[in-house]
């Protein structure tokens, strides 16, 4: 008897399996488990955290200690983001013509903001338990094979564009002869200074977060969008051995069983959509924003850039650009395909 409560307060997490007559519990692969290398680095630079612990002990106040320790540093950098998306606007000046150096404060302007955003809105999803809970779901045998693998593939292709962005960055700030000061605004364009070193030291470390938020919040939403994709077609999967008979037909009692699994998927999509869609929004229009200014550069104004590392660098930055826009519209539109199928087939009078 005390054998089979414990299997039923466990049948979320953990299957039985039989071992010379012994029944074991095998505890099964939540999302967070399966993207623990995305998730390490997303606390690394405040992206997430998890909420307050509701367990009884004598361990309940170092958790909370913790927890408020990661949620205090949260709040830290959502502030310097926003002081520092504030203070990009300084970088324009009445100087200011149509030309290369305009385009590049847009840029600039577009992409702190953007990354504010989406640090603003990981961290209201983190505080509110959202992601949490979506997190602690379990993953179907076939999604948690290849979810660590999966995730960790993100995780270094996510460091390796990070390190390669932050590489030309760092050239253009220390040794283009001040070729991407205006990241330092408002010093030298309103306030001129002699040897602008440690300006463009810290100017390097907040790009190098900026560029960090800007890049793992994007692949964690888009991973997310893969594993609820890869949900709802299990669910299509199903429905359509249901429907291979004679009749083309699916009993009530077989949609009945479907409706529950349907109904999980839309409350974590629902559960992280009303904060993430903001990070989404930003998102795909600061980066198409991007995309026009950079294509419009590199055709009409690569002639005013002699450098070769910084026409490279331009080069690098529309290509990464263009790669997180297709990531974000192929995320969205393929959960988006998903919850329109199912809204018609799980939802009538």
């Known amino acids: 008897m005390s054998q089979s409560c414990c299997i039923g307060n466990n049948e979320k997490k953990s299957e039985v399996i039989v071992i010379d007559d012994e029944i074991v519990p095998r505890r099964k692969m939540t999302i967070a488990e399966g993207l623990r290398p995305l998730l390490a680095s997303m606390k690394l630079f405040g992206l997430y955290f998890n909420p307050p612990s509701e367990d009884n002990g004598d361990d309940r106040k170092e958790k909370s200690r913790k927890w408020n320790a990661y949620a205090i540093y949260a709040v830290a950098v959502v502030t310097v983001l926003w002081i520092n998306a504030i203070r990009a606007f300084s970088v324009f000046t009445h100087e200011d013509t149509f030309g290369l ?60 564009i990070i390190m390669g962005g932050s590489t030309f960055f760092v050239y253009g700030l220390l040794f283009s002869d001040g070729h991407n000061d205006y990241y330092l605004a ?31 919040s994007q692949a964690t939403t888009f991973v997310l969008a893969m594993i609820f994709s890869h949900q709802f077609r299990k669910v299509n999967e199903t429905v359509g051995r249901l429907l291979d008979n004679d009749r083309r037909q699916a009993s009530e009692s077989d949609i009945e069983m479907l409706r529950p699994k349907h109904q999980q998927i839309s409350m974590n999509i629902s559960n992280i959509d ?26 009409f104004c690569h002639s005013s850039v002699t450098d070769p590392v910084i026409i490279i660098a331009y ?6 650009v263009s790669f997180g826009l297709l990531l974000t519209a192929a995320g969205g539109v393929t959960v988006h395909h998903y919850v329109s199928i199912f809204t018609v087939l799980f939802h009538w009078p």
Do not use: E
Not at 187 to 216: E, K, T, W
Not at 283 to 289: D, K, P, R, V, Y
């Open 274 to 299: 009303d904060y993430l869609m903001f990070s989404n929004a930003s998102a795909f229009c600061c980066q198409l924003f991007t995309v026009v200014i950079l294509l419009y550069s590199l055709i």
């Open 186 to 216: 408002p010093f030298q364009n309103h306030i001129v200074i002699s040897n602008p070193l440690i300006p463009r030291v810290i100017g390097c470390s907040i790009i190098f977060h900026v560029l960090s938020a800007y890049i793992f």
């Open 101 to 160: 150096t305009l385009f590049n404060k847009l840029i600039a302007v577009s992409w702190f903001v953007q990354s504010a955003v989406s640090q603003t809105s990981f961290y209201a999803a983190s505080f509110s338990g959202r992601l949490a809970i979506v997190f602690d779901q379990v993953l179907d045998d076939s999604c948690a094979r290849h979810a660590r693998t999966f995730s960790t593939i993100y995780a270094v292709v996510a460091w390796t």
């Open 315 to 320: 080069v690098y930055k529309f290509l990464i």
